[in-house]
């Protein structure tokens, strides 16, 4: 019996805004296994906003997505067959298996692919809170932040992926954690689930000088932490409420993703506050999983993190929920449900 | 006998470039001696780009110049009489005496002034190689950046107080040194006098496309550090030529001081090459300058470092002087020669 596979594919580079256009849903055959191999049927893929990154083809901080490939994604899923002695089939995995319903991925390759344990965590969550988006919130926060208890920490995209788990985490260091979202629903759901003390909802202040009153009143002692997931008025805003000796995770931009870059209308401040601001990536910082699971997979499992989901159904539906995606249109971690 | 003491006064606070008007030369009295003073009569005024922020009523990480009082600034002279057991007329000395010709300081309070060494060190170079603007250079260097040996260190103002002891302070960790500087006179001096490897002339450059393809040029294995005089294209043209992991020290927008705030063109490229951006003040660093000023003294004593000088004469020429170091019209150290 021969599989077939369905897969997405980049077939061309999005000038600004990426349509369907960029995409094309083919069929090709699952191959046979070979010795060391392990066929992994993907039961959620995730989007995130990296991959309108590497759709470019400029100078970036990893390889272009090539064109007429399987789209880059992170997946789980459950092993249906195995050449390989370390997995059985229905093993829960997660790997990097891309845009399709399925991956052949060689069992012996470190970083491929993990088995996780379902006992208290969803499979899914292992694409999001307990996954790379968890890491990057941990990364950002204890890394290049490192915060003291007692000081304020704020995100943007707050009800996010990254923004979840960085509420918490800010929460269990001590820290008040205001978050900033786009509409009253998140900001709600911020406060009253994610444990945010409070969410700036940015859609209600559409200028920078009123975003920056609202911050104001949401720190009354400053900002010492910022984690930067979009960019442009957001970040202006934020850096005007920054104490000295702030620090400033860059991990996105996405507010300029799309199109021309955003400029920082002050850079001054970086001299006038003494600040600190730092990009980085969660892949250059493996040495700190471990440590980042344990805790994201405590918290989930314990119930101090219950983080939401926007699910699309089905691989056909993954370019239009990423286009949803960098808009701000998912309310949560963004899924494709793909079995 | 009672000594008559000149000063300029802050009187208005510029609304973009200063002018004449926001200065005022008055003549008043030098007060009696109490116990545990000095009498400094100041023999040089140090004219450094700081003051220009001073001037302002806004935010910033100091206080605001008051108006109608002496205008603050880095003093070297000689004690003229002395209640202080410490100090004994004829003692060079070095302090924050501001812009007049004589300044009263209470001997016993640190920090304000300190004699120093002019056997193998020229007493006006205490406000500028060998004094806070190489503090500053020291501190941005070693602190900030941490630079390898083998890495590519720029900076702008080249030829400046900071930009000269930074040069040498890079070639001196083993690093190619490359400066930034306005006109090939200027560029001349930092290759052939102040050991930079290579010198970029930013008016041979109007626009980013070509200042950016001179850096590659003078850079050829990209940049690793960056110290920050000046802001605005000339940052926004580095940037594009920081490799992976790169450090700036923000030390000054030059640029930006007299207006509108300068933006940073595409501040996505700190993450896309996981840049470090920080601000520093030399201030906040006290407990560096000892092995700073140690460091600085021997490069400028064994001829390693030799710095130029831009001198005003008289007191009542400091005021243009200070326009021009605001326009880049001084080459090397401005100073005002006051007896």
């Known amino acids: 019996m021969s599989l077939v596979n369905q897969q997405i594919q980049l077939v061309s580079r999005p000038m600004g805004e990426p349509t369907h256009d960029n995409f094309k849903l083919v069929e090709v055959p699952v191959p ?13 893929l995730s989007l995130d906003p990296y991959m309108r990154g590497r759709m470019n083809d400029g100078k970036s901080y990893a390889q272009p997505q090539p ?4 789209m880059i994604g992170g997946t789980a899923g459950e092993v249906v067959a ?9 093993d829960p995995v997660v790997g990097m298996g891309g845009w399709q319903l399925y991956s052949v991925v060689d069992g012996g390759q470190r970083g491929m692919m ?5 006992t208290h965590v969803p499979l899914s969550h292992y694409l999001g809170a307990v996954g790379m988006p968890g890491v990057t919130a941990w990364v950002g926060l204890n890394h290049i932040i490192a915060p003291k208890a007692g000081e304020t920490m704020v995100i943007s995209a707050a009800t996010g992926a990254v923004g979840s788990a960085f509420g918490a985490l800010a929460k269990a260091r001590g820290c008040r954690a205001v978050g900033i ?11 009253n689930e994610l444990g945010f003390d409070a969410c700036i909802d940015y859609k209600a202040h559409p200028d920078l000088k009123s ?18 997931n979009v960019g442009g008025m957001i970040m202006d805003a934020v850096m005007l409420r920054m104490n000295a000796f702030g620090r400033i995770a860059v991990c996105g931009m996405i507010a300029g993703y799309n199109g021309q870059p955003l400029p920082m209308a002050n850079p001054a ?3 006038v506050s003494r600040l600190k601001v730092q ?47 960098l808009k701000g249109r998912n309310f949560g971690k963004q899924l494709v449900k793909l079995a």
Chains 1, 2 share one sequence.
Do not use: N
């Not at 699971?293 to 990423?322: D, M, Y």
């Open 279 to 325: 990009g980085f990536i969660v892949s250059e910082h493996m040495e700190l999983w471990p440590a980042a699971l344990k805790e994201l997979g405590t918290l989930v499992g314990t119930g101090k993190l219950r983080p939401r989901e926007s699910i699309a159904e089905g691989l056909a539906a993954a370019p239009e929920a990423f286009f949803g995606l």
């Open 114 to 118: 993990r088995k996780v344990d379902t």
């Open 67 to 70: 064109l007429d490939e399987v």
């Open 181 to 191: 979202a786009g509409g009253p629903e998140k900001c709600a759901y911020a406060v």
């Open 269 to 271: 401040l970086i001299l």
């Open 211 to 228: 975003l920056s009153k609202a911050l104001k009143d949401a720190c009354p002692d400053g900002v010492d932490g910022y984690f930067e």
């Open 32 to 44: 046979e296994l070979q010795d060391g191999q392990v066929l992994v049927k993907h039961l959620w």
């Open 82 to 90: 195995s050449k390989h002695p370390d997995y059985a089939p229905g």
